[in-house]
């Protein structure tokens, strides 16, 4: 069946430290995967988005994500995250057989100033 | 180009009262879905339209009733509605679910729903 993992319920970092979070997938063919981003009282933007091609996607906000298929991976990075990056992350996959997107339960990033 | 649109914003029903919650898009699209965010547990879809006319169950549909009369709106409704349904309602859209760039889904602002 497929599936969407987030390890990580909550992750707290400083200001200006890297970033990285963790998305595993079940998926039996090449899975289309996506992060997005929710802050509070908002709906989902999304960042990024892999369907083919090179692995490593590059999205907005300074993001980006690399594709490894060994791994079942899809994990998120920011080189420095910022104040502003403080908002919930939802990584999700399109279940194609069924023409929706499944998502993962979300990791809440908080930034230490 | 407002993108996706939710009526209401906010809104308390008490046990047993109806709604119906209005999703719009302006895009064109003709994927459109309905989920529910509940804490610790992502969002969860309940009903989804590949069309207008068109309707089919998520994962959790029970208690829930949609309709797409028009290719630009999808109505949430609730019958009866119970405690357990007080959550914040989600509506997306995307273009026709064909591949490539055509997944991404749009979202809207939300609608939050307590329910006493």
């Known amino acids: 069946a497929q599936s969407v993992t987030q390890p990580d319920i909550h992750i707290t970092v400083s200001e200006g430290a890297s970033l990285e979070l963790r998305c595993n997938y079940s998926?039996?063919?090449?899975?289309?995967l996506f992060w997005y981003v929710q802050s509070p009282g908002q709906g989902l933007q999304l960042l990024l988005k892999?369907?083919?091609?090179?692995?490593l996607v590059q999205g907005i906000k300074g993001f980006e994500a690399e594709f490894k298929r060994s791994q079942s991976s899809f994990n998120l990075r920011k080189p420095s995250v910022h104040w502003s990056d403080a908002a919930e992350y939802f990584c999700?996959?399109?279940?194609?057989?069924?023409?929706?997107?499944?998502f993962g339960s979300g990791t809440r990033l908080s930034i230490r100033p | 180009n407002a993108g996706v649109t939710q009526t209401p914003k906010f809104r308390v029903l008490k046990t047993g009262q109806s709604m119906t919650l209005l999703c719009a898009q302006d895009m064109n699209h003709e994927y459109m879905y309905w989920y529910r965010q509940d804490p610790g547990m992502g969002l969860r879809l309940i009903h989804y339209?590949?069309?207008?006319?068109?309707?089919a169950k998520g994962e959790v549909p029970d208690g829930y009733n949609v309709s797409r009369l028009k290719k630009q709106n999808f109505l949430l409704g609730l019958e009866s509605a119970a405690p357990s349904q007080t959550s914040v309602y989600f509506c997306?859209?995307?273009?026709?679910?064909?591949?490539?760039?055509?997944?991404?889904?749009?979202f809207g602002p939300g609608t939050r729903l307590l329910v006493l």
């Open positions: 892999y369907f083919s091609g090179d692995t």
């Open positions: 997306a859209s995307s273009y026709n679910g064909g591949g490539a760039d055509q997944e991404t889904q749009y």
């Open positions: 998926y039996g063919a090449t899975p289309y």
């Open positions: 999700a996959i399109w279940y194609s057989s069924a023409s929706k997107i499944i």
């Open positions: 339209s590949v069309g207008e006319g068109t309707t």
